[in-house]
């Protein structure tokens, strides 16, 4: 049965940084698409950063520079290096496999719980 698990969130200071990481179980995980979602206080979910199987990786302006999306094969995982945060990127944060056409996205996974992370000013 497929699983996505996330970890890594917590509290921190604008400026800092975080490494998120996402177990995924019960799918073949080097063909797939990978990304991660971000779901704020009181709005709606949003794409942050895919990356392809070939390791090709794309980011929402709001965070271009700043995060870096990741994936280890070998270990079915994907990652998220948050750097130099900002209180506007508190959400929940969660990842995702799928595929892409073209250069869309499409998530084919179940959402895991996500993993909060909390930016202070």
């Known amino acids: 049965q497929e699983q996505l698990m996330e970890s890594g969130g917590g509290l921190v200071q604008a400026g800092e940084f975080l490494t998120l990481s996402c177990g995924v179980s019960?799918?073949?995980?080097?063909?797939?698409?990978a990304g991660w979602f971000r779901q704020p206080p009181g709005k709606a979910r949003e794409l942050v950063a895919t990356i392809r199987r070939d390791g090709s990786t794309n980011y929402a302006d709001s965070v271009k520079g700043r995060f870096t999306i990741s994936r280890d094969n070998a270990k079915n995982t994907v990652s998220l290096r948050l750097s130099s945060l900002k209180p506007e990127d508190t959400a929940v944060y969660y990842c995702?496999?799928?595929?892409?056409?073209?250069?869309?996205?499409?998530?084919?996974?179940?959402w895991g719980q996500g993993t909060q992370v909390t930016v202070s000013s």
């Open positions: 019960g799918r073949i995980f080097a063909p797939l698409g």
């Open positions: 995702s496999v799928g595929r892409f056409r073209g250069d869309t996205y499409f998530p084919d996974s179940r």
